[in-house]
């Protein structure tokens, strides 16, 4: 412890005094003092209290407690002198409930204490507000009780060291009086007082009852406001009630106790009223006469009719306004009417103001409205640009310099007289006139000034501007001159050091560079490696910065003027044995973007169609036979994968085991077959004796008859005898399959095993058995006859199938009870976005009733919405106006796209209404105690309320008696925090939560978010309002409505999606400078702590740093270890660091800028800190590209249909591409390159592929069908592009999304040049010829998604700008006349609008016909580009309801007259065609045709069979070279032409037969996979002494031989090698190798199939080598033998490319099959039609 010396220690204590020590489960030790000793002790848990220089406590210890002054102190839950007696805790009689009357005192009877040790403390749990209790007897009192509705709950609770108990009872107070109320008169006007008077009276004497309170509740339309009042002594009371501006109709009333709970009105008044909606109202116009029909509506708000109404005056009309009227105001206007009225204008002149009209109606009461129009009548003003906008040019002293810009008017007026004002300097003056006549819309004016600097003006840079204006608007040009002169001058430099003053012969440097920059112009000059001197002639007069450098010298820097001839400068550079030189030079960088497009295609296939060999498997196969196996065939002849493949055998077969080998079978891919071996184990004795009835009765075997062991006893026993009498006649096995759709969907093909005569013959019928084991006419449920029965060889079955609705369970819990908000319009929308309490005000009149209902059922509503759009795709968000029709284009998930837009408004309205309360209220706002709570909260929180907006603590509790069912007080105290803070913090300007102070709470109403929801529900209602609908609920009615019809009509077949991805790599240069320092140390001491700070600066002013315009890359070191404060150079070594330096974008935003790169170099050599600076290097930065990038992506897809039987061609479709350079520099050599299209996601395993099979720039076929390369692009520019792609089938893009990484070499952060990205998908490429045609794409898209799919907008190729586009569909068609070859007619419609038009109606032309559409010309005689007219031809198949042809004309055009005329002419045709220049492996076609048609190449081989079609999309040449055919083979090749449907034309055909090589053979195809090509060498033959044969190696399949002395040796090969591509049959050849005889023979070694013999003296041997045929086969391995003296055949494998090697003396060659797979889909085989026998594997 420590020692305390008269003084106080720890706590109280001091010398000779009693010293406490306090300690808890803790060791305690006293401390030591003067005159005492306290000696600590140790207490665990509890406080121990030590005493010293005192005497002891009562002679008994203290057991549970502590010695404290004398006596014990007992521990928690002890009692006693000694602290031995425990407490007990209070236990409390059970107390009867108290009536009493109303004002009367009120006093309980005393709390009998049944046990409790010490004596207890009393305590109120719960009782009235104004009762007390006495802590020591446990009497409640209340002098004066007050009544309540409810009795009041009164718990005591009487409390000691041992615990706690409790009691209750009920206190009742009975009402002492009633009230009543009444009105007169019963009718008032809008916003009028009413006075309800009544009175209140004892119910015991009926005496008046003053001064007592009462609730006055007032009801109107389902709504409750109740005001807590008190009467007068007299006991009468008057209220003055004023309802809000917008209550009319019935209202009930009644005047109750506080302590009642009717709602029994006494009495009634109607308000009468009408209001103007909106009742505000900004007219815009020009003068003259203005119309403004339906501006505003007249609304009966009440609940009786009105008559008697009339416009009574018209306030504020100005001079310039002759005539101003209201159109349609109605004299009557009964309950619930809504009258348009319409306002008409007849203004003179330019003007802004506000006009009133006061509307009256007469009875049933006077009242007048007064509507307020803001008229705006603007003037049509001038506005100006000049070009160009500023100027920036060097000037030359003494030479007058003329400089110009053009003013041009692009406002919407005239101007006034122009006056140009030039700075008031002498150095300018106007050559052009200084007044201008007034300038029209559109017109120019040149301004032409002069510059005229003196001969002796000073070397300086001028900056200034000029103005043109009309006195009202105006243009300011900004100036930028530097002063520069014309005459020339010399500069000579001499450069010393100190070995010029003290070496013998006084050397200058040598090695010097020189280099000099003119401060005005930049221009530079650089004299290198002078011998002390450097001399510069014929400098243009100025200003110079001069920079001296050399090796192992300090460098100098200084600023000469040279003005003349003869200008000299002696600069000495101190010795330094550390040299450097700093060099910083323009290079140019690569900058890559990798953009990627994700799409989602949908389309519809039939399901799997699932074909299983055998279908029967004989019982004699496993009786009769020794078959070690059956092997099933599962061929999935469908176009999407089924899924849990697996088979079922019998496992009830006598004698016999079957072991499936594959189990289970998994996914069963499309287009694909899957083998599966089912292993067959006998048990011979028991085949014996049980099936063939070798043995009696008991088992035993029959005399005479000996058990079989072999197979081939069973084979000898299954010739003679039968089957036995327990084989049964029929067993069953199954294949099962399932399909996911939204579920599961269970399917199972049935595999019967029979005896070889047919079983089941019966006639059962649906699932009762038939005469054969139930397998005849019907079986179990599915009736019909299977596998078995009725010679039925397939069938395809389902087991089990639940509805495809992922969304069911959510769409009943949600929707069931919902009815949507029908006050959703935005009409009602009139309060400022900053007032929250008109908010509050217009929530609780609209939607009072259902709020916290409607915030859920939206959310809801959104849910379901999402889980319709997960199920089903979605592919926009933005409205559009929906028309009705169902016979269109994809029309359910148009529904869908509509119904998920309209949900999302709606939670958009839910939680803007849940804003004012948050998370605390909202959920509760619904029903009849919602809609009363916020009538209390309104008036509460009304400006003319006590505390104002604010909540005051009475109003709080007022609140807290009305909260609505479930909410508590907790929520409700934050939910009135939450407002009074959002008042105090906006008016203190504090909107949002990062504003808030630290450590305030940030639950209050974020102000931006209030503003942005609230700007989003009058963008939605005014979207729904524009589409035809009343109100946000109306819209969301017609989606729902309309999306359950379209579900309604199911399409036929399964919705497959695959999610594909292009990749496109897009490159170009940017402008970029190397910077390099070599730092040379010629020193005995290495440089240390090396620091290099690289500055940029504006070239006219080095105060200002700019490295933040720039982005310096990080060095690369050679020979120096770092230049970041920490690197080293060694002794006698040279190191360099180099930097990229990249300018930002905004480093020269506008124009090109000039700025100086330099720095300073710090080092420590020898100790010594130096610092050297980086001699600035001028360099001019260029603007850069700043690029918005837009992709286009084809959203109708046509291809072949997996419906029908016959394969259509694939429309090409195409990836559109607008580049928009918004920069103001060069996009300099751009390229962009796309990655062929990849499936990422295939859900059901859909047999689809994509590919690009071109591209264009511009109008031009590109190069590369990948490649697009724009090369420079300019600033302020715009380039188009698209690829052509084609898809295996035909569907549709559902949505589509673009995304960028910026890749930056060595990861330099440097800008991005790309500043937006986005995708859309496209409706057509169209071409714009309005004002001019450009020759390129534009594209036309649906931004906006609506039932119809109708496009929207147009993006220009003309910098990117989009328009609106207005759609019609409701043309009248007219004068149709279709003949064979030809068709036309007239469709007409009445235009709305001017611009761009876009017009579907029903082609004339049959479904089918080959006509395709010649020309349309409009009724103006203007003929509409091929580009803007096409035709579309579509099938839609519905379940059960017939297949909808869509079959459409559509018409792209600007400011239409709304008539054309259509003619129809045959599909074009191919024609003239020829084929040239045929060789031994090529040949070229030509032919006529439509000059932007799609052409088909049809190549046949033998004129017998299709080898394969190419498709040549825009093939504007027309004409084809064809390679790699085949030598000496008969082809026959056809040319088709492609129309809209798609159909092809016959095509035209031309018959060739390339030229005979033997040496050479190839195969043509187009299918993406191998294809290589063999050679044939032919050995020589050579008789002679000792002869060598010649040795020729082949690519493929080639054979060598060497002949050996006195022998002849022939060899000949000859290898084809197919190609790995489906349908296509490789067939290689046979190599028969040498007959050779002498003493070595020699190897020869080829690269594919080749075959090698090795012969002995003596020998003959012949080689055989292997011969691949097949069709196709995916991983099939070839292996082929050869071997000496002996032949090897290969084997046949399908579609595979065999590799041979080397066989040498015995050892054969092995032939290793390889696969290449390419990316062309194969169809799959079409389901077979009721009735047919479907194809077999």
Not at 716 to 728: P, V
Not at 1354 to 1381: E, K, Y
Not at 1502 to 1529: C, G, I, N, Y
Not at 1581 to 1591: A, V
Request: aromatic share 8%.
């Amino acid at each position: 412890g420590t020692t305390s010396t008269g003084t106080t220690s720890t706590g109280t204590t001091s010398t000779g005094t009693t010293r406490l020590i306090v300690t808890t489960g803790s060791t305690s030790t006293g401390t030591t003092s003067t005159g005492t000793t306290s000696t600590g002790t140790t207490s665990t848990g509890t406080t121990a209290i030590l005493t010293t220089g005192n005497p002891g406590c009562y002679p008994s210890p203290c057991e549970h407690g502590s010695c404290l002054y004398g006596a014990c102190s007992c521990f928690a839950g002890w009692n006693g002198l000694n602290c031995s007696i425990p407490s007990v805790a209070p236990k409390l009689a059970p107390m009867a409930n108290v009536i009493v009357a109303e004002f009367a005192p009120f006093v309980s009877a005393t709390p009998e204490l049944l046990q409790g040790f010490p004596t207890p403390t009393f305590v109120a749990v719960s009782k009235p507000a104004l009762a007390t209790i006495n802590p020591s007897t446990g009497v409640v009192s209340w002098p004066s009780v007050i009544a309540a509705e409810t009795p009041y709950p009164v718990t005591i609770r009487a409390v000691n060291s041992g615990g706690s108990g409790d009691t209750t009872f009920q206190l009742t107070v009975l009402p002492s009086y009633n009230c009543s109320s009444a009105v007169s008169p019963d009718v008032y006007t809008l916003g009028g007082p009413i006075n309800i008077q009544g009175s209140c009276r004892t119910l015991a004497t009926d005496a008046p009852a003053g001064s007592v309170p009462f609730v006055l509740r007032v009801y109107w339309r389902g709504s409750t406001r109740a005001f807590s009042l008190t009467t007068r002594p007299t006991g009468t009371f008057v209220y003055q009630f004023v309802p809000w501006a917008t209550e009319a109709g019935l209202f009930t009333f009644g005047a109750y106790h506080p302590a009642s709970s009717s709602v029994t009105p006494q009495g009634q008044f109607n308000i009468v009223g009408f209001k103007l909606q909106p009742s505000t109202y900004t007219v815009r116009g020009f003068p003259g006469r203005l119309d403004f029909p339906n501006f505003t509506s007249i609304v009966n708000m009440g609940d009786l009719p009105l008559s008697g109404l009339s416009v009574a005056a018209v306030l504020n009309l100005d001079n310039v306004v002759k005539t101003a009227n209201l159109i349609g105001v109605p004299t009557d206007l009964p309950v619930g009417a809504a009258v348009p009225i319409s306002l008409t204008l007849n203004v003179t002149a330019p003007w802004q103001t506000t006009i009133g009209f006061t509307l009256t109606v007469s009875t049933p009461a006077v009242v007048s409205v007064e509507i307020r129009i803001t008229v705006i009548i603007s003037r049509q003003v001038a506005s100006f640009t000049a070009s160009p906008a500023s100027i920036n040019q060097n000037l030359v002293r003494g030479r007058p310099q003329l400089f110009q810009t053009m003013i041009t008017n692009v406002g919407t007026a005239t101007s006034g007289p122009l006056t140009v004002s030039l700075p008031n300097d002498p150095l300018f003056s106007l050559s052009s006139a200084q007044y201008i006549a007034p300038l029209a819309v559109g017109a120019s004016t040149l301004v032409q000034f002069f510059v005229s600097p003196p001969a002796d003006m000073a070397f300086a840079t001028i900056n200034t501007d000029f103005v043109v204006n009309d006195n009202e608007v105006g243009v300011r040009i900004p100036l930028r001159f530097g002063v520069t002169s014309s005459d020339t001058g010399d500069f000579n430099v001499t450069v010393t050091d100190e070995f010029t003053f003290f070496a013998p012969g006084n050397p200058l440097v040598s090695g010097i560079h020189v280099s000099l920059t003119n401060t005005i112009t930049g221009a530079s000059f650089t004299i290198n490696d002078a011998n002390g001197t450097a001399f510069f002639p014929e400098l243009v007069q100025g200003n110079y910065l001069v920079n001296v450098q050399a090796l192992k010298h300090a460098s100098a820097q200084f600023t000469v003027e040279i003005i003349g001839y003869g200008t000299k400068s002696e600069v000495f550079l101190r010795r330094d044995i550390v040299s450097y030189t700093w060099t910083v030079t323009p290079t140019t960088i690569q900058d890559e973007y990798k953009f990627t497009l994700k799409a989602t295609f949908e389309t519809y296939v039939p399901a799997p169609v699932i074909i299983v060999e055998p279908s029967r498997v004989p019982l004699d196969d496993l009786y009769k036979t020794d078959k070690p196996q059956v092997v099933f065939t599962i061929s999935n002849k469908g176009w999407i994968a089924a899924d849990n493949g697996d088979i079922e055998v019998p496992e009830n077969l006598p004698c016999i085991t079957l072991t499936q080998l594959v189990k289970p079978v998994g996914v069963i891919p499309a287009n694909t077959t899957v083998v599966v071996p089912v292993v067959i184990t006998r048990d011979y004795e028991c085949i014996d004796c049980y099936v063939y009835g070798i043995c009696d009765g008991s088992g035993a075997r029959k005399r005479g008859e000996q058990p079989l062991a072999t197979a081939q006893q069973l084979r000898k026993r299954a010739a003679i005898n039968g089957y036995g009498y327990l084989l049964s006649p029929c067993y069953a096995g199954v294949v099962k399959w399932t399909l996911e759709c939204g579920g599961t969907i269970d399917y199972q093909v049935v595999v019967s095993w029979t005896p070889n005569t047919p079983c089941g013959t019966g006639s059962g019928s649906s699932g009762a058995p038939g005469g054969g084991l139930g397998w005849g006419g019907g079986w179990n449920t599915w009736g019909g006859g299977l596998v078995v029965g009725g010679g039925i060889t397939y069938t395809t079955s389902y087991v089990y199938q639940h509805k495809c609705n992922p969304c069911a369970n959510e769409e009943l819990a949600c929707l069931i009870g919902f009815l949507p908000l029908p006050c959703l319009n935005p009409l009602l929308l009139v309060f400022p976005p900053d007032n929250p309490l008109a908010a509050v005000q217009w929530i609780a009149s609209c939607i009072a009733p259902p709020l916290g209902f409607a915030v859920n059922a939206f959310k809801c509503i959104y849910e379901i919405g999402k889980c319709r759009m997960d199920s089903a795709g979605s592919k926009r968000s933005a409205p559009m106006l929906p028309d009705g029709g169902i016979a269109k284009r994809d029309a359910a998930a148009a529904a869908q796209d509509y119904l998920y837009i309209n949900v999302g408004r709606m939670l958009n309205a839910a939680e803007l209404f849940a804003l004012p309360f948050g998370d605390h209220l909202s959920d509760y706002l619904h029903g009849q105690d919602g809609s009363t709570f916020m009538t209390v909260f309104v008036t509460c929180a009304a400006d003319d309320s006590a505390s104002g907006r604010f909540l005051s603590p009475a109003e709080r509790t007022s609140l807290l008696a009305v909260l609505p069912n479930g909410a508590t007080e907790e929520e409700a105290t934050l939910a009135f925090d939450r407002w009074d803070r959002t008042l105090e913090f906006w008016q203190a300007g504090i909107y949002t939560p990062d504003q808030v102070p630290d450590g305030e709470s940030t639950d209050f109403i974020d102000h931006t978010e209030w503003q942005t929801r609230t700007a989003r529900y009058v963008e939605d209602s005014t979207q729904a309002l524009q589409e035809g609908y009343s109100s946000l609920a109306a819209a969301y009615n017609y989606a729902q409505t309309n999306y359950d019809l379209e579900q309604s009509r199911k399409d036929e077949g399964i919705c497959a999606k695959v999610v594909i991805e292009i990749d496109l790599d897009m490159v170009l240069t940017r402008q970029a400078f190397r910077a390099k320092l070599t730092i040379n140390n010629a020193a005995s001491v290495p440089l240390e702590n090396i620091l290099v700070e690289i500055t940029i600066t504006p070239f006219d002013d080095a105060s200002i740093n700019a490295n933040s315009k720039f982005v310096i890359g990080a060095p690369t070191l050679v020979g120096v270890t770092g230049v970041d404060g920490s690197g080293s150079l060694g002794i006698q070594s040279e190191g360099s660091a180099t930097w990229m330096i990249v300018p930002n974008n905004n480093a020269a935003p506008f124009n090109d800028t000039k700025y100086r790169i330099g720095g300073r170099l710090v080092y420590t050599s020898d100790g010594v800190n130096l610092t050297n600076t980086l001699w600035p290097a001028t360099v001019t930065v260029t603007p850069e590209a700043l690029m918005d990038v837009y992709f286009y992506l084809q959203e109708q897809v046509y291809s072949d249909d997996p419906f029908t039987a016959a394969i259509e061609p694939a429309d090409p479709f195409y990836l559109g591409l607008l580049i928009v350079n918004n920069g103001y520099g060069i996009a300099r050599q751009m390229r962009i390159t796309a990655g062929q299209p990849r499936i990422v996601e295939n859900e059901k395993g859909l047999l689809i592929s994509f590919s690009i099979i071109g591209s264009h720039v511009g109008n031009k076929a590109s190069d590369d069908s990948l490649t697009v390369s724009f090369g420079d692009v300019p600033a302020r520019s715009a380039v188009v592009a698209d690829w052509i792609m084609i898809s295996s089938l035909q569907g549709k893009f559902i949505s589509v999304e673009a995304t960028y990484q910026h890749i930056t070499p060595t990861g330099l952060p440097m800008s991005s040049l790309v500043s937006n990205v986005s995708s859309h998908l496209l409706t057509r490429e169209v071409r714009i010829d309005w004002p001019s045609d450009d020759g390129l794409m534009d594209f036309l898209t649906n931004q906006n998604p609506d039932p119809q799919d109708l496009p929207d907008h147009v993006h220009s190729s003309a910098f990117g700008v989009m328009s609106l586009v207005f759609a019609v569909t409701n043309a009248t068609i007219r004068d149709v006349r279709i003949q064979a070859n030809s068709a036309s007619a007239n469709f007409s419609f009445t235009p709305t609008t001017t611009g761009f038009q876009y017009v579907r109606i029903e082609d004339i032309v049959p479904f089918d016909a080959p006509l395709m559409v010649a020309s349309v010309t409009r009724s103006d005689g203007k003929v509409l580009l091929p580009q803007n007219r096409w035709q579309t031809r579509r099938i839609r198949r519905l379940q059960n309801e017939p297949s909808l042809y869509l079959h459409h004309l559509h018409v792209f055009d600007f400011n239409t007259t709304g008539s054309y005329t259509v003619t129809y002419a045959s599909a074009p045709l191919v024609s003239s065609l020829t084929a040239s220049s045929v060789t031994k492996s090529g040949a070229m076609l030509q032919w006529t045709g439509p000059p932007t048609a799609v052409y088909y190449i049809v190549t046949r081989l033998d004129a017998k069979r299709s080898e394969s079609t190419t498709v040549h999309p825009r093939l504007l040449s027309r004409v084809v070279t064809l390679t790699e055919l085949t030598p000496d083979t008969d082809y026959t090749f056809g040319v088709a032409v492609a129309y809209p449907g798609p159909f092809i034309s016959d095509p035209q055909y031309v018959t060739l037969r390339t030229a005979s090589n033997v040496s050479t053979t190839a195969v043509f195809t187009t299918s993406t996979g191998t294809t290589s090509t063999g050679t044939t060498s032919t050995g020589s033959t050579s008789t002679g002494t000792t002869s060598s044969g010649t040795t020729s190696t082949g690519s493929t399949g080639q054979t060598s031989s060497t002949g050996s002395t006195g022998t002849t040796s022939t060899s000949t090969g000859t290898t084809s090698t197919g190609t790995t591509s489906t349908g296509t049959t490789s067939t290689g050849t046979t190599s028969t190798g040498s007959t050779s005889t002498g003493t070595t023979g020699t190897t020869s070694t080829g690269s594919t199939g080749q075959t090698s013999s090795t012969g002995s003296t003596g020998t003959t041997s012949t080689s055989t080598g292997t011969t691949s045929t097949g069709t196709t086969s995916t991983g099939t391995t070839s292996t082929g033998t050869t071997s000496t003296g002996s032949t090897s055949t290969g084997t046949t494998s399908t579609g595979t490319t065999s590799t041979g090697s080397t066989s040498t003396g015995t050892t054969g060659t092995t032939s290793t099959a390889t696969t290449s797979t390419g990316t062309t889909a194969t169809r799959p085989t079409r389901p077979p039609s009721p009735g047919q026998t479907p194809p077999r594997t």
